[in-house]
C-alpha cells in the first residue's frame, strides 16, 4: 500500500516515505528524510532534511523531529514532546555545523511532553515519563521520570513494569503481560535469552 498523505501536509520533493505510512493534517516532511514502512506522522508534525526514522514509529500531533535525529524501528513519540539539535542555541551564532546526534533505539516510548536534549541516545523499549528531561543517555529497559529524568526502574518490551527479586547470583523479573524473563547484571536490565 502506497504512502498516504493528507491534502493540508506538505512532503518535499526528494523525501522518501515507506508503504503504509501516513502523514496527516499540517504536516511537512523535508526533501531528505528518509522514513520506513507503517509509519505515522499526527498533525503538526515536522520531520527535518537529516532526519533518519525506522518502521512502524508513532509520532504523535505537534512534535518536531529536527536534523540529526534518528528514530529506529517501533519508536512511539508522544504529543508535543520536543527534540533539540544545538547543545548551546544563540539567534545571533550560527551552529548548523554544531549540530548533535540523538537516536531513539528500537521499541523507546517517549511520553507527552517530554524533552530530549541533543546529543543522547535513549535505550531499546526505554519509556521516557510524560514531561522528563532528558539530559543524559537513557540505558536499555529503563524508566525515567522528572526535571532532570532519572531511572525508577525498569520497563518489559511490552511496556509493563519489572519488578525484580534476587536468585543467588543475580537479579530476575517477569513481564506480567508476556511471561518473558529479565536479568539485572551490572546494574543494566536485559532479557534473560539475550544476557
Not at 50 to 73: C, F, M, P, W
Not at 144 to 170: Q, T, Y
Amino acid at each position: 500500500m502506497p504512502a498516504v498523505i493528507h491534502p493540508s501536509a506538505i512532503v518535499d520533493a526528494g523525501a522518501q516515505l515507506g508503504e503504509g505510512t501516513r502523514v496527516w493534517h499540517f504536516a511537512h516532511v523535508c526533501g531528505g528524510a528518509r522514513i520506513g514502512d507503517g509509519c505515522s506522522l499526527g498533525q503538526g508534525v515536522y520531520v527535518g532534511n537529516d532526519v533518519r526514522i525506522g518502521h512502524n514509529v508513532k509520532i504523535q500531533n505537534n512534535v518536531s523531529v529536527y536534523d540529526a535525529v534518528t528514530l529506529e524501528d517501533d519508536v512511539f513519540c508522544g504529543p508535543s514532546m520536543v527534540f533539540t539539535n544545538v547543545h548551546n542555541p544563540r539567534s545571533a551564532v550560527a551552529r548548523k555545523n554544531e549540530y548533535r546526534p540523538t537516536r531513539v533505539k528500537q521499541g523507546a516510548t517517549l511520553g507527552a511532553n517530554c524533552t530530549v536534549v541533543c546529543g543522547t541516545t535513549i535505550g531499546r523499549h526505554a519509556f521516557v515519563g510524560a514531561g522528563a528531561v532528558v539530559s543524559r543517555s537513557v540505558p536499555d529497559f529503563a524508566l525515567v521520570v522528572g526535571v532532570p529524568a532519572r531511572r525508577i526502574g525498569w520497563v518489559s518490551r511490552h511496556g509493563e513494569r519489572l519488578v525484580f527479586k534476587a536468585d543467588a547470583n543475580r537479579e530476575e523479573a517477569v513481564c506480567p503481560a508476556t511471561g518473558e524473563r529479565y536479568v539485572l547484571r551490572d546494574g543494566l536490565c536485559a532479557l534473560k535469552d539475550e544476557a
